[in-house]
């Protein structure tokens, strides 16, 4: 069974950063697409970034494009979001999910386990 534990959320003012980190355990690690994915209050939950099995392959909705950076370490079975320059439409709660998929998808329908996610407050 998979389990997905996300941390490092908080509260940042804007133009600030975090380092979110989701471990993994139960499974294969390196055989799964991961994503991070978020929902603010209200709105539902839209993707954030993905990154390809080896993680030779990211891909990042357009608005955290240059901001944030997605990376994997599959010997420690560790996906990381750094997220820079952060802004309070950032404020959410950051889920991480992985993905059986051969390549990296955007749709959270493919996404078969999540973490129970972490918050993110970004206010001055």
């Known amino acids: 069974q998979v389990q997905l534990v996300e941390s490092g959320g908080g509260m940042v003012q804007p133009g600030g950063s975090l380092r979110l980190s989701c471990a993994a355990s139960g499974h294969t690690f390196s055989n799964d697409v991961m994503g991070w994915f978020r929902q603010a209050p209200g709105k539902e939950r839209e993707f954030v970034a993905v990154i390809s099995r080896t993680g030779t392959m990211t891909y990042y909705t357009d608005s955290v494009r240059d901001r944030f950076t997605i990376s994997r370490d599959n010997a420690k079975k560790t996906l990381y979001l750094q997220m820079n320059s952060l802004k309070p439409e950032d404020t959410a709660v950051y889920y991480c999910?992985?993905?059986?998929?051969?390549?990296?998808?955007?749709?959270?329908?493919?996404?078969?386990?999540w973490g129970q996610g972490t918050q993110v407050t970004v206010s001055s």
């Open positions: 999910a992985s993905s059986p998929r051969v390549i990296p998808t955007t749709t959270p329908a493919d996404f078969g386990s």
